[in-house]
């Protein structure tokens, strides 16, 4: 099948599309919901500017992404390159973006990346340097692991593993790539409903806590359970995402940002502004959030999904990022994939 056929390369650039919308659109958002609420007068409703005194993305721009977005298009393109998944080609990813942007001074790495980047470059054993990697640095650049893996989720899990071992080699980050690679690979199966997203993401975190080095932490499958749930009651939008940042969280923290994710995921009903939109009210680590939201979101809905001049913007103000490029070399892994699995009488 050609690329400019396929219903498939819609459902990719979506994912790439989303990544970005999300990491850019709820990059302004403060530490909690109530200071974001107060500054930006209610929903974060467009991309807006970093407020001057913020944390971590003060002088960024409307419409810029952050680390989320820079390092799953560095990974995206070591796995194009590659031809497949390898943990080398996830530490050259990690490792030439940092130097990219100047690492060591630079205030928005996290601290699993950091550590495991200095070690790298002092030759440590990249089977060790992520062995107390926690943090959610590996879920949030993860999706392009899930977008070459349609209908996969075994696939995408497996992958998901080697993409983590450089840097966030414990089984808890790693239950949490697997959660949203396995979502995103679910979500490329035609016809597959949010339900079924969630289900998939589940026993992708079940299986991704079975490997790399134990660490203490939640399940990150019950956990995205409790978010669905709060998801799912009722309640005014913003009383739902008090609940999901008072009892799920928002932080670093794997047990808490991407079960996050997911509740918002759930509260948009899978809809990539949205989710957006409610990534940003949610506040703490919401750009990370919406990266991860909005990336399964975009999957499952496709690139068709997202306002034209939204796109506009992205690709003006991050021009680096090579949507159509990397959606392309994306596609093509992901119909060898496909085209194996059928070869072998499995997933056609
Ligand atoms: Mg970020």
């Known amino acids: ?137 590996a879920a949030m650049r993860i999706a392009p692991v899930g977008l070459i893996h349609p209908g996969d989720i075994s696939g995408a899990v497996q992958d998901a593993y080697l993409a983590c071992v450089p840097t966030h080699h414990t089984d808890i980050a790693i239950s949490g790539a697997c959660a949203v690679a396995g979502a995103i690979a679910a979500a490329l199966q035609p016809g597959c409903t949010l339900n079924e997203i969630i289900l998939s993401a589940q026993a992708a975190a079940d299986m991704g806590r079975q490997l790399g080095y134990r660490w203490m932490g939640a399940s990150v499958s019950r956990r995205i359970e409790l978010a669905v749930d709060i998801a799912d009651s009722s309640g005014p939008p913003m009383e739902r995402l008090k609940e999901i940042y008072d009892r799920v969280g928002t932080s670093l923290f794997i047990p808490e940002s991407v079960p996050a994710a997911f509740g918002v995921l759930v509260m948009a009903q899978g809809d990539p502004k949205q989710s957006a939109i409610y990534a940003a009210a949610l506040s703490g680590d919401a750009d990370t959030i919406g990266a991860m939201a909005c990336a399964i979101a975009g999957t499952w809905k496709g690139a068709e999904a997202f306002d034209p001049l939204h796109i506009q913007r992205l690709r003006q103000v991050n021009p680096e990022l090579d949507f159509d490029g990397v959606a392309q070399g994306l596609w093509r892994l992901a119909q060898n994939r496909l085209d194996a699995l059928a070869a072998e009488g499995g997933v056609a």
């Open 1 to 137: 099948m050609n690329y400019e056929d396929g219903l498939l390369n819609r459902n990719i650039l979506g994912g790439l599309y989303g990544q970005a919308l999300g990491d850019a659109w709820a990059m302004p958002a403060l530490v909690h919901p109530d200071d974001t609420w107060q500054v930006f007068g209610g929903w974060i409703s467009d991309f807006l500017p970093a407020p001057d005194d913020h944390p971590v993305h003060s002088g960024l721009p409307a419409g810029r992404i952050t680390d989320d977005t820079e390092q799953a298009f560095a990974l995206a393109e070591a796995i194009i390159q590659d031809g497949k998944v390898t943990s080398e080609g996830a530490a050259r990813a990690i490792v030439g973006w940092y130097d990219r942007i100047g690492g060591d001074t630079c205030p928005y790495v996290g601290p699993s990346t950091r550590r495991a980047v200095q070690a790298l470059r002092h030759g440590a054993d990249l089977q060790q340097t992520g062995r107390f990697g926690d943090t959610n640095g």
